[in-house]
């Protein structure tokens, strides 16, 4: 997490006391770097990727599964395996392995989860690109090494029983501590260390109440309605906090949940970007910006919350409320006295902003209704910086620093940038602009955070690819993805849907090339295909007419195939226009065909690029169908959308044999070939 350091961490009230101070600290460590490293040139096009795991404690004897919390002593047992420093990477045959570098393990929210990347980020070269997937498996297998016979790494995003009456977490222990003032989870729930307890408490303070995660319960046949959840205990009289439930904070036809556990408790698939120069760093975080809600809706995987069937299919929304510590004057539902702005988004939540120079940038793509820090922006604009990113930093300090440690206050400290990523690292955006450390030694980065994480290796293996092909193909093309950012939040809202990839269209534009626009004629409405090449290059023109909706199918495999795939889909009942759209897949094929790539190379990146494909057409399930779908068809399922002990204990297992059978080679290129797989072991 990068912020480890010990120290006294203050309380809320303390803490905002000194909030400009870190701030106006944390400004001049960002010009320090800005200073230093703007004109940073050819650093090498490097990147990474993070996989988080539950680690869950699972037998075939005891009824239920429970979640461990043993991340430290995990940690620990990793830290001090020297035979992992030293050959970790070579305890498999397989040639590919044997240079691995050990990877790397790190703590996180929960105590009961683990973050691992490899030992140093992956290259340019295209067969890096292979390594991946036997990397991702050799780091599931280490962890598992290194933990109790009958406990497990898994990648489902959440527990689906996390919160859930009863016990669920090994060992035990009562819930209503002091600092997350719970219903449902314990303190001991979050990562001991003082930072993340002090993380919970201090926005738990700043917001004046719990916070609020209420997630849609999906409707089925039995389920009574409307629906309460009926874990809400509203007799509790230990916290003042007890009294938000009696205070409408538990709706009707909401699974309620009220920590930070239920959002940052979840697990993700990152992928970091190093940019040769800054330039190219903020073409990158603008251009994959619009895919973040697509990718996002692709790799669902959120369908339970605390043992009930959600009516949505992913974690977003859910972080994004878990650490939403906006008071209710920045809420907007009570006057502006003692705060600044009334906030439109909690700091975790899609991007406001975009931030290249980029000529193609047009005014009307980014929020004329942008909360900024003006004294901050013209501190920065003195300071060198220009105007745009200026902007977009002067956004991000809008926010207060929630865990500030005394120690750190003394005197400020150049060659250093910890108040700086204070605020940096706490604005959770769903791509994040990483500027190069003080020492300076690794370049501008780039984060693409939206993915859920995926159950197999295949899967985490081929999305991560998937998007480092993606990002070659547009800084080789130039191609230009801009649509106005508040179409961005919206296709992220949609992302949320049950289903979305195949029941939802998303805002996507409809020509990326960089010299020719083709608008759809606006004047006569019609729906008459344009082509791209009978219109000249036009600088402007109607921005609505840049975008149109399109399903995922559409944005991935392009027009064509999405007709032929989903005929249903593109129908054109939302008279979006016919116009062709060549689709993500097909272009990264083009782009594979024109650089030199070997057979075997080429042949194993076509079986990611299918897994992606058929993803978008439906014809591979997302994780969270394939959860839906098991939960379902369990015999003790009651069609009332709980989820109990014994059918999560059984989705556990399955999970747990799917990881193990995939670690000892055998491939699932469909979840739900899953099922076959586990009668025959029957
Ligand atoms: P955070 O948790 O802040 O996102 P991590 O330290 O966990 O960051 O690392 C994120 C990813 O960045 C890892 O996969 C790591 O391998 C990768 N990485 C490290 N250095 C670089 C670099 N110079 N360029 C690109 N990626 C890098
Ligand atoms: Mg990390
Ligand atoms: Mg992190
Ligand atoms: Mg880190
Ligand atoms: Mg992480
Ligand atoms: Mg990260």
Redesign the pocket.
């Known amino acids: 997490?990068?912020l480890l350091a010990k120290g006294t961490a203050l309380d809320w009230p303390d803490a905002k006391k000194q909030a400009h101070l870190v701030r106006s600290w944390g400004i001049k460590q960002l010009l320090e770097i800005w200073n230093k490293a703007k004109g940073k040139e050819a650093d090498a096009m490097?990147?990474?990727?993070?996989v988080e795991y539950l680690v869950v404690l699972y037998s075939e004897n005891d009824p239920k599964v429970l979640l461990s919390l043993r991340q430290a002593d995990i940690l620990e047992a990793l830290e001090s395996d020297k035979g992992l420093s030293k050959d970790a990477g070579a305890q498999d045959g397989s040639s590919e392995q044997t240079s691995l570098p050990p990877p790397v393990f790190?703590p996180e929210f929960g105590r009961f989860m683990l973050?691992a990347?490899?030992g140093?980020?992956w290259g340019i070269e295209f067969k890096e690109l292979l390594k991946v997937e036997s990397d991702m498996k050799l780091r599931r297998r280490i962890a598992k090494d290194h933990m109790l016979p009958n406990e497990y790494p898994i990648t489902l995003t959440t527990f689906p029983r996390l919160g859930s009456p009863g016990v669920f977490t090994d060992p035990a222990y009562p819930v209503s501590g002091p600092k997350l003032r719970s219903q449902f989870v314990p303190d001991e729930i979050a990562n001991p260390h003082i930072r993340f307890p002090t993380l919970a408490a201090n926005i738990r303070s700043r917001r004046g109440r719990k916070v609020q995660v209420n997630v849609p319960v999906f409707k089925d046949e039995k389920t009574p309605w409307p629906w309460r959840d009926p874990t809400v205990n509203y007799e509790l009289h230990r916290w003042p906090e007890d009294d938000d439930v009696r205070n409408g904070a538990a709706p009707d036809n909401f699974i309620h949940m009220d920590a930070m556990a239920f959002g940052m408790g979840s697990c993700c698939l990152?992928i970091?970007?190093?940019a040769k120069n800054i330039t190219e760093g903020r073409q990158m975080y603008d251009q994959l910006s619009p895919l973040g809600p697509i990718m996002l809706a692709l790799t669902a995987a959120t369908p339970i919350y605390k043992g009930f069937l959600a009516d949505t299919d992913v974690r977003w929304n859910q972080i994004s409320n878990a650490v939403d510590d906006r008071t209710p004057e920045e809420l907007g539902e009570k006057p502006l006295t003692n705060d600044r702005w009334r906030i439109p988004k909690s700091r975790y939540a899609s991007n406001s902003t975009y931030i290249s120079e980029d000529a193609r940038l047009r005014p009307e793509y980014l929020d004329p209704d942008l909360i900024i820090d003006e004294d901050i922006k013209q501190q920065l604009l003195d300071g060198g910086m220009d105007d745009r990113l200026a902007t977009h930093f002067a956004h991000l300090f809008i926010r207060d620093p929630l865990v500030i440690f005394s120690e750190d206050l003394k005197e400020l400290d150049l060659n250093k940038t910890d108040h700086f990523e204070n605020i940096q690292?706490t604005n959770w955006q769903h791509m994040?602009f990483?500027p190069p450390p003080a020492d300076n030694n690794?370049?501008w980065?780039v984060?693409f955070r939206p993915m859920e994480i995926q159950i197999t290796d295949f899967e985490n293996a081929a999305f991560a690819v998937f998007i480092v092909l993606i990002t070659r193909v547009i800084l080789s093309y130039n191609l230009n993805f801009y649509i106005p950012i508040v179409k961005v939040d919206e296709n992220m809202e949609t992302a949320h849907a049950r289903d979305a990839v195949l029941t939802r269209k998303f805002y996507f534009r409809r020509n990326l090339f960089p010299t020719t626009r083709a608008p759809r004629s606006s004047a006569s409405g019609s729906s008459t295909p344009t082509t791209t090449a009978s219109r000249p290059p036009t600088p402007t023109g109607p921005v609505e007419d840049e975008y149109r909706l399109m399903s995922v199918n559409e944005i991935i495999n392009g027009t064509a195939y999405a007709r032929a795939t989903t005929p249903g889909m593109h129908d054109d009942k939302d008279g979006g226009g016919e116009d062709e759209f060549p689709g993500l897949i097909p272009l990264v094929e083009s782009y594979l065909d024109s650089v030199n790539v070997d057979v075997t190379t080429r042949c194993r990146l076509a079986t990611y690029l299918d897994l992606i494909r058929k993803r978008a057409s439906g014809e591979l399930w997302t994780a969270a169908r394939w959860i839906r779908h098991f939960v379902t068809n369990h015999p003790d399922y009651r069609k009332d959308s709980a989820v109990d002990d014994k059918i999560v204990k059984d989705l556990v297992a399955a999970v747990i044999q799917v990881g193990e059978a995939e670690a000892q080679g055998k491939a699932f290129r469909d979840i739900r070939g899953v099922e076959g797989f586990l009668r025959e072991l029957r």
């Open positions: 997490m990068g490097l990147w990474g990727d993070e790190h973050e990347t490899p140093k980020p990152q970091t970007f190093q690292s994040r990483k690794i370049g980065r984060e």
